[in-house]
């Protein structure tokens, strides 16, 4: 036999452990569903693991299992997933994968209490909500495709301990010897609600026993494969802050099931809000998970443009074999297709989206930035994705079109004007706009990074160019029918003098008729960049 092997906590575990266990007091009913989540994905990872070694095969009913022993004071949660050796024991359950304690606990402090309950399982450290309710836990796993157990205990005090266990078969148990103050949890009925609030969307079958008396607590099936009809709202955000790891609301919730030369189901959310953790500019790609058949196979394969990253949730399709190599998740020309549908499909959703002209703005708010990388980048959609922007500009309330801004055009007008920069108090208050603005021209005002980019790419809109006001050529006088004028000999005499003091800095010095109340302005060459842009070069330099 082997003897009682002690270690102690990384101090990070132990800090997390106590703020978990002290935030989320007042929601601690959630323990179940980190506990059970941990199950489901244990599951999946076996079911994706036998597809290519036949030793951890799954049995015939796989299934989470809860079993209450009132008088023992124990909630044991058993699953058929792929358990875990000793080794991995250690590591899942004694030190934190992810860094960031300081953001976590500051994110933490600031969240709503019921927000709360959300950070723990974006931050991997689901399975400590345990020692909310428990005063000791106690986990015997056997890794499918070993004949080992092993069990690890703790009281959550520091340090836990490892010992030799038996099992009869592969899968995890999770035993809570439940704190005096935490009994309702010893009630069968308490918890099937809390997983009907919780985890119903877990595509695996949950019993709960307890007296002999088995009651099946969810269907055990993945919430996309049902008609829209049989799907409550409430299942759906449920589903929404299960694979966002949000807190709110989904701004809008798209489900299509498409049928013909290629199936697929695809539920994808536009969330409500931005992640605190993972901001969609991190990493520019899509994070949509795919599934075949409803296992989970990647939600790495680039299932929308890095445009589109801020859409989340999931694509099952059947025309995929389950077990998909990385190479063909490039290559196959299935995916393809199902991508360009699915953008499709995102597009129109959105174009309805913009005629809910607050719900539109709000989104705008979020994710415009990202989506008009959209026009940036060369796509089939650029011309949509233009179509769908919303800009401010100097002379009306609120977001604007471009087709909107183009019916406003003046009528000798040939370009439409923009003005870059960081932020739009100071863009109003810019004496480039000046003229502009005396002769009643209107001009958009762009204050995402993205903006100092794009226009130069795009091409036209509606047959009408982009032009930065900033560029040095740009003459109203043209614009207002004026004729040219002449310098006088004093304004030569300056503009000689300005070259000279100015000659490292600047190429040139001219007399405008730009400007209203300001004496002197800074442009930019006409076929050199515009100045926000030489801003933003400057910044990347440094
Ligand atoms: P997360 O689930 O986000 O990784 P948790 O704290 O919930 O974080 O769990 C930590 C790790 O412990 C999991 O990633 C997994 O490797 C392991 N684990 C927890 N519960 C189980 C289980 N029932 N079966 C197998 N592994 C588990
Ligand atoms: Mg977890």
Do not use: C
Not at 116 to 134: D, K, P, T
Not at 305 to 325: A, C, H, K, M, Y
């Amino acid at each position: 036999t082997h003897a009682e092997e002690q270690h102690n906590f990384s101090a990070e575990v132990e800090r997390l452990m106590d703020l978990v266990v002290h935030a989320l007091y007042s929601e601690r009913e959630i323990f179940l569903r980190e506990l059970i989540a941990n199950s489901a994905d244990a599951l999946d990872r076996r079911r994706f693991e036998s597809l290519t070694n036949q030793t951890v095969a799954l049995p015939d009913k796989p299934q989470i299992f809860l079993t209450v022993d009132k008088k023992g004071n124990l909630l044991t949660i058993s699953d058929d997933g792929l358990g875990m050796s000793k080794d991995e024991m250690i590591q899942n359950l004694g030190t934190i994968a992810k860094s960031g304690t300081r953001a976590f606990e500051k994110q933490l402090k600031d969240a709503k209490p019921e927000d709360r309950v959300n950070l723990i399982g974006q931050f991997g450290v689901g399975f400590y909500s345990a020692f909310m309710v428990a005063d000791k836990v106690e986990v015997i796993s056997r890794r499918a495709g070993s004949d080992e157990a092993w069990a690890w205990n703790s009281e959550g005090k520091g340090k836990y301990s490892i010992a030799s266990s038996t099992r009869n078969t592969p899968g995890t148990d999770v035993i809570l010897h439940i704190k005096k103050d935490a009994e309702e949890y010893l009630e069968s009925m308490r918890l099937e609600n809390i997983i009907r609030k919780w985890a119903d969307h877990i595509a695996w079958p949950i019993t709960i026993k307890q007296d002999d008396k088995e009651t099946s607590a969810n269907e055990g099936q993945a919430i996309w494969t049902k008609p829209r009809g049989d799907i409550s709202d409430e299942q759906l955000d449920e589903f929404y802050r299960h694979v966002t790891h949000l807190f709110d609301k989904p701004l809008a919730t798209l489900l299509w099931h498409a049928e013909g030369v290629i199936e697929f189901t695809s539920l994808l959310f536009i969330p409500g809000m931005v992640s605190p953790f993972a901001p969609v500019d991190q990493e520019r790609k899509s994070k949509v998970r795919l599934h075949v058949r409803r296992m989970f196979i990647t939600d790495e394969a680039d299932m929308l443009p890095p445009w589109l990253r801020f859409i989340q949730g999931i694509v099952d399709t059947e025309d995929l074999p389950l077990n998909v190599s990385r190479e063909m998740l490039q290559n196959t020309p299935v995916l393809a297709r199902i991508r360009k549908n699915l953008v499709n499909r995102v597009i129109s959703e959105l174009k309805k989206l913009s005629e809910d002209k607050e719900k539109y703005t709000k989104f705008w708010e979020l994710f415009g930035a990202v989506l008009k990388e959209g026009l940036w980048e060369p796509n089939e959609n650029n011309d949509t994705i233009a179509k769908i922007s919303r800009f401010y500009s100097s002379t009306v309330d609120g977001l604007t079109s471009l087709s909107d801004y183009v019916g406003r055009m003046k009528e000798n007008q040939e370009a439409i004007y923009f003005l870059a920069g960081d932020s739009l108090e100071v863009l109003k208050t810019s004496p480039h706009l000046e003229g502009f603005k005396a002769q009643g021209i209107e001009v958009l005002l762009f204050t995402d990074p993205v903006d100092a980019f794009w226009p130069d790419r795009f091409g036209k809109f509606e047959e009408k160019p982009l032009r930065s006001i900033t560029r040095a050529k740009e003459d109203l006088d043209k614009l207002m029918g004026k004729e040219e004028r002449s310098n006088s000999e004093e304004e030569e005499k300056l503009l000689k003098t300005l070259m000279e003091s100015l000659k490292d800095k600047i190429t040139d010095a001219r007399m405008t008729t730009r400007l209203v109340d300001s004496p002197v302005i800074l442009a930019a060459k006409e076929d050199g960049p515009d100045l926000q842009m030489q801003r933003l070069m400057r910044r990347n330099d440094r």
